[in-house]
């Protein structure tokens, strides 16, 4: 067809942006008539660019038409960043000049979506450049295309589980470490320690940014390990938090290795580390190895044995050292077992691995461990109704005592509630509180008064008690958690600040009809710059995303920042010279898994505990 019209050009980019569009939703948009929209739609139907069926009006998704999208500079969000995913297979790493001028728009759109895509952990921004992240690295002949089987992904997710980010961790040449070495998010501070090439030759291919240490200098190359040479130890100074071994093999309850490995290396890396965790291929049970693992020496150290579901809990009963720490891992469950049974708690937790809900995963699994009478149950959902309904059954079935749930679902309260209350078992509410469940989480209200006190002594002590602007990012619809903590903020602001509700300028992200990183763009460059402004960010994801263009476009002098949810990434930030984060209210997730389980030991032992149980709320300053 011929080039498109500015006309056909808005309507295919209104159309390519949904599933599904209908001749009145684009009449009512567009402000014209049925007939102008279906003579504009004619040429683009007959290009092979739109199909019509049954009233409905769809965009045709093919390579073709992709192609011309982005020669048009149309492409949809989703669209665009699937297509720097694209582009970036092809090369590798490109220039964000480059990828504007391939997708038809500006630098600004490009690192909003880079942005994006890095905390996804799909790509590494450079110096105004960026690169793949590439998860999945070919690493020997037996793993086809960087492939790992389906028991090594579950076994590596379930290992990430238990990493946190500062902690220093210690990975063998097991396929499971090669999985979890190509796989850490970037820029996690995780140093690492391994004795094994391929394992150092893996975080060299993905160009790891943190510390990596070997254990000795004497390398056998034939076997691909570095080991400590005769009668040296390792230094002082290599310190680790966490060891993770991979066995090979196990039979008549005895852990082997491979035949490469060095006992006196590994065994040194065992007492060191404060933390051991034993992993275990279902595949390569009832299996005579070669090499002994005498794990009995750290059973102390020993958090949990790590196997895949390729075993049930009766099987794993039989076979198992009633000593050892099992942990069953499926896609999405985890199963533990204990000594000496006495609670079954379920654990219901959603499955985004941002660094909160990762922290308190972690927290909870590590305060679980220490008790030897919870076996612990752990269904992964997605979120939303159905999958928090389905979880939610499949634990009552399991007959467990009591519930956590974390599924940070706020549609499905009412039937988590009254469910468990049908059931006659006992509920923690962790963060969102469901009827007639014990809450433990944050208080929102008092988050909300610290940022906003804390932002109000900085306005009087630097400003003079004067704000000309007040930006809020928030989060679209009838989200309870940050709505309060919000007007909290906003209470304690106004209590010692006079702000005029004009000033006021609320970006919510989520929101179907507006785009948040555009709508703060025009934001940050229509106000003056010798104007004060104070942007309070309530999700750590947002202010992620929207700290490079605070920076860009306004004068650090004048602004400043007040963020929720203290992590490393946010540590980072801060330390930027200039940073305008002044600080950030922390909730301490390392801290929830601990009070919980207590929580929970105490309502299993019908000890009376309040409804409501808080997390220790600080203000880290910058």
């Known amino acids: 067809m011929d080039e498109m019209n500015q006309r056909q050009l808005a309507l295919l980019k209104r159309i390519a942006g949904k599933p599904h569009s209908t001749m009145a939703e684009l009449s009512e948009q567009f402000k014209l008539s049925r007939e102008t ?20 009006i769809r965009y045709i998704d093919s390579v073709d038409n992709a192609s011309r999208l982005e020669s048009s500079g149309i492409l949809s969000k989703e669209q665009r960043r699937e297509r720097i995913i694209h582009l970036l297979c092809q090369d590798k790493e490109m220039r964000v000049t480059t990828l504007a001028n391939k997708l038809r728009v500006s630098p600004i759109t490009v690192r909003n979506d880079l942005a994006a895509l890095e905390l996804e ?109 005769a009668g040296a130890v390792l230094p002082d100074s290599m310190q680790i938090d966490k060891a993770f071994i991979c ?29 051991v965790y034993i992993i275990l291929d279902s595949k390569f049970l009832d299996v005579q190895g070669i090499k002994i693992f005498d794990h009995r020496q750290f059973q102390s150290k020993i958090q949990e044995v790590l196997i895949d579901d390729g075993i049930g809990s009766f099987r794993s009963s039989i076979l198992f050292s009633r000593q050892d720490p099992l942990v069953i891992c499926g896609h999405d469950f985890t199963y533990r077992n204990v000594s000496k049974q006495q609670h079954r708690i379920g654990f219901l937790v959603n499955k985004d691995r941002n660094y909160f809900v990762q922290a308190v995963h972690n927290s909870l699994l590590e305060a679980t461990s220490i008790s030897k009478s919870i076996s612990l149950v752990i269904r992964e959902c997605d979120g939303d109704y159905a999958s928090t309904v389905g979880n939610l059954n499949i634990l009552l079935d399991e007959k467990v005592d009591l519930v956590i749930d974390y599924s940070l679902c706020t549609e499905s309260l009412m039937y988590v509630g009254e469910r468990c209350l049908s059931r006659g078992v006992r509920l923690i509410s962790v963060d969102y509180v469901a009827p007639g469940a014990i809450y433990f989480g944050a208080d929102n209200a ?86 004060s402004m ?80 808080y997390t220790k709320l600080t203000w880290v300053a910058n």
């Open 247 to 275: 066995c090979s093999s196990y039979a008549a309850h005895t852990y082997f290795v491979g035949e490469h490995e060095d006992m006196r290396t590994l065994e040194a890396i065992c007492r060191r580390a404060t933390k």
């Open 446 to 531: 008092l988050a909300g008064k610290i940022a906003g006190e804390r932002a109000a002594t900085y306005i009087k002590e630097h400003w003079g008690g004067k704000l000309n602007r007040l930006v809020v990012l928030g989060k679209y619809g009838h989200e309870p958690v940050t709505k309060l903590r919000i007007s909290s903020a906003l209470e304690h602001i106004e209590r010692q600040i006079q702000v005029d509700k004009h000033a006021v300028h609320s970006i919510e992200w989520g929101n179907p009809e507006v785009n948040p990183t555009q709508e703060l763009v025009r934001l940050l460059k229509e106000i003056p710059q010798d104007e």
């Open 37 to 56: 929209i279906r003579k504009e739609l004619l040429p683009l139907e007959e290009a092979g660019l739109v199909m019509r069926e049954r009233g409905k």
């Open 121 to 229: 952990g799909a790509v590494i921004r450079k110096h105004g450049s960026v690169a793949l992240f590439e998860s999945s690295l070919e690493l020997s002949p037996s793993d086809t295309n960087g492939e790992f089987s389906s028991r090594i992904k579950i076994l590596g997710h379930h290992t990430v589980m238990h990493i946190n980010p500062g902690e220093t961790i210690f990975l063998d040449d097991g396929e499971v470490s090669r999985f979890v070495a190509s796989t850490l998010p970037p820029y996690s501070n995780i140093p690492i320690v391994t004795n094994s090439l391929e394992t150092l030759d893996v975080l060299r291919l993905r160009h790891y940014a943190y510390p990596v240490s070997v254990p000795g200098t004497f390398v056998a190359v034939n076997d691909a390990r570095i080991q400590l040479e």
């Open 534 to 613: 104070l942007i309070m960010a309530f999700n750590l994801r947002h202010l992620l995303a929207s700290h490079a263009l605070i920076v860009q476009y306004r004068n650090c002098e004048n602004t400043i920042i007040v963020g929720h949810n203290h992590t490393k990434q946010l540590e980072e930030l801060m330390k930027v010279g200039q940073s305008p984060i002044i600080g950030c209210v922390h909730y301490n997730p390392e801290s929830y898994g601990e009070q919980i389980i207590d929580l929970a030991m105490r309502m299993l032992e019908n000890v009376e505990v309040s409804p409501r149980n």
